[in-house]
T-cell receptor, first 110, second 116 residues
Framework: RKEVEQDPGPFNVPEGATVAFNCTYS??????FFWYRQDCRKEPKLLMS???SGNEDGRFTAQLNRASQYISLLIRDSKLSDSATYLC???????????FGSGTRLLVRP | GAGVSQSPSNKVTEKGKDVELRCDPI?????LYWYRQSLGQGLEFLIY????????KSGLPSDRFSAERTGGSVSTLTIQRTQQEDSAVYLC??????????????FGAGSRLTVL
């Protein structure tokens, strides 16, 4: 089983739609969680950290479910510019290692 | 510097040649990571540096791969006797120190390696 798993997609949604991605992780001792965004042929960039109580940044909401070992990303009112690959990142316990999921591709159409 | 700088941005080489990829992290970031991303795939962890030390080299795919870091700053990733399966984008990232924004990685633009 992979340490961090994501549905590769693509998720193809119209502008204005709400879309949600999940990411599961295998190590229950994982401590820190992040969502990164990667545009085609570009480097990944931090989208948002994921806090235990859940957090929101504009149209983006991140949630953590420790019992079921998954994190989620909800995007409201999708924009064309949201089209990208969304990478789930998990830091294991006190380790330095940040493990990346293989990403979920989102396509927002006009 | 202001961001993570990697060079070369593109490298085409012949099978069997050695290549060296360079990463210059953000000033003050003591932690440095190398990842590899093959076409259409996720990021594969290669190695991590804390200062000049690499506590874990287990992500390096084979003994043809090595990395070093000197002066707690610039790092080089060396691939000897390159093979076609080494073709990928090699991404370097540095990590912000403890405190606000800790554990956040800032990536360079990557070095795209093509082995013919």
């Amino acid at each position: 089983r992979k340490e961090v798993e994501q549905d590769p997609g693509p998720f193809n949604v119209p502008e204005g739609a709400t879309v949600a991605f999940n990411c599961t992780y295998s190590n229950s001792a994982s401590q820190s969680f992040f969502w990164y965004r990667q545009d085609c042929r570009k480097e990944p960039k931090l989208l948002m950290s994921v806090y235990s109580s859940g957090n929101e940044d504009g149209r983006f909401t991140a949630q953590l479910n420790r019992a079921s070992q998954y994190i989620s990303l909800l995007i409201r009112d999708s924009k064309l510019s949201d089209s990208a690959t969304y990478l789930c990142v998990v830091k294991m316990d006190s380790s330095y290692k940040l493990i990346f999921g293989s990403g979920t591709r989102l396509l927002v159409r006009p | 510097g202001a961001g993570v700088s990697q060079s070369p941005s593109n490298k085409v080489t012949e099978k069997g040649k050695d290549v060296e990829l360079r990463c210059d992290p953000i000033s003050g970031h003591t932690a440095l990571y190398w990842y590899r991303q093959s076409l259409g795939q996720g990021l594969e962890f290669l190695i991590y540096f804390q200062g000049n030390s690499a506590p874990d080299k287990s992500g390096l795919p084979s003994d043809r791969f090595s990395a070093e870091r000197t002066g707690g700053s610039v790092s080089t990733l060396t691939i000897q006797r390159t093979q076609q399966e080494d073709s990928a984008v090699y991404l370097c990232a540095s990590r912000s120190p403890a405190g606000s924004g800790a554990n956040v990685l800032t990536f360079g633009a990557g070095s795209r390696l093509t082995v013919l």
